[in-house]
């Protein structure tokens, strides 16, 4: 062993390095023990996403109460649905028909993006319903979280609609309209869309039955002479006169949304036979 200056100096950059050696070892274990503890903690919120008897207990905590986010057990795809929000909670009981009532507690949830919706009875809420976990958002370093690819540009929104020729979806929007039957039944009035009230508003001055109507776009339907005198016209107001054609029906029009949008669905049932029937000589639906 040399024991010139330079010898010694050597042996001390030795003794440092194994030093920094160690140290860049000991946060190396660290680092690792915190990515397996970050792993575990991921992969057991991910076994709870899947299995319905994982956390299930978190749903009678409290009460539910309407507008409470939860996620809800889908029997026919075997996995939890992530978007669901409840819609109403009964307190007395709910008469759907001549053979079913809701009992009090009942819960209406609503769920993909308000597509789906169903009733949950009380003693079904801890196995369809639970309260959303917190989510960790980056569960541990250098294993990026899963995120879900982006939609090609261009592509179809069909694609990514939810599929509605499904038992599940059939079952739920019958109890749905139940739900609303009832509802309309028990304040004794019609079913109101609270997205399109029936207001007064814009170009609309009153509300007009048919044989009210004397005039369309401004122009009275039995001539000038009929809005100069004042004389009720006697001509009968007709939804189509002559021919019906497409263009009879225009998106905008006042009052003919309804139309359009009965129109549409008579477009798509069926291949548009029933449309075909209704517009003859119509080469296109559009």
């Known amino acids: 062993v040399s024991s010139a200056p330079g010898g010694r100096a050597l042996h ?7 030093i920094a050696s160690a140290r860049w070892l000991g946060d190396l274990g660290k680092a690792l023990d915190e990515n397996v503890q970050g792993l575990v903690e991921w992969l057991d919120l991910k076994a709870s996403s899947l299995l ?21 057990w889908s029997n026919s795809g075997r996995r939890w649905i992530t978007d669901g929000v409840v819609s109403e909670v009964t307190a007395p009981g709910v008469k759907v028909d001549a053979h079913q009532t809701l009992p009090a507690g009942s819960v209406k ?5 308000g597509s789906g919706n169903k009733w949950v009875l009380p003693h079904q809420v801890p196995e369809v ?22 939609a090609r540009p261009g592509a179809a929104d069909a ?3 939810p599929a509605l020729a499904t038992g599940d979806t059939c079952e739920v929007a019958l109890a749905g309209l139940r739900a609303v039957e009832v509802k309309c039944q ?19 001055c009153r509300w007009c039955r048919p044989h ?19 004389i009720r016209t ?20 006042l009052g003919d949304c309804w139309l359009v949008s009965s129109l549409s669905v008579l477009a798509e049932f069926r291949a548009g036979r029933h449309v075909h029937a209704l517009l003859p000589g119509q080469s296109r639906l559009s």
Not at 131 to 147: W, Y
């Open 129 to 150: 319903l639970r309260l959303p976990t917190p989510s960790l958002e980056q569960p541990f370093r250098q294993v990026p979280t899963p995120q879900r690819p982006a």
């Open 234 to 253: 006697p001509m009968d107001w007709q939804l189509f006169r002559g021919a019906p054609r497409a263009e009879d029906v225009q998106q905008g029009e």
């Open 186 to 204: 028990r304040e004794g009035r019609p079913f109101e869309d609270p997205e399109f009230p029936p207001e007064l508003q814009g170009r609309v």
């Open 12 to 18: 001390g950059r030795e003794r440092m390095s194994g």
């Open 109 to 113: 949830v609503v769920f993909q993006a």
């Open 212 to 230: 009210e109507v004397t005039a369309h776009a401004g122009r009275p339907l039995g001539g000038l002479a009929y809005e100069l005198f004042g």
């Open 159 to 161: 694609a990514a609609a």
């Open 52 to 72: 319905p008897s994982t956390g299930l207990a978190n749903a009678h905590r409290r009460a539910l109460r309407p507008g409470d986010a939860v996620h809800v």
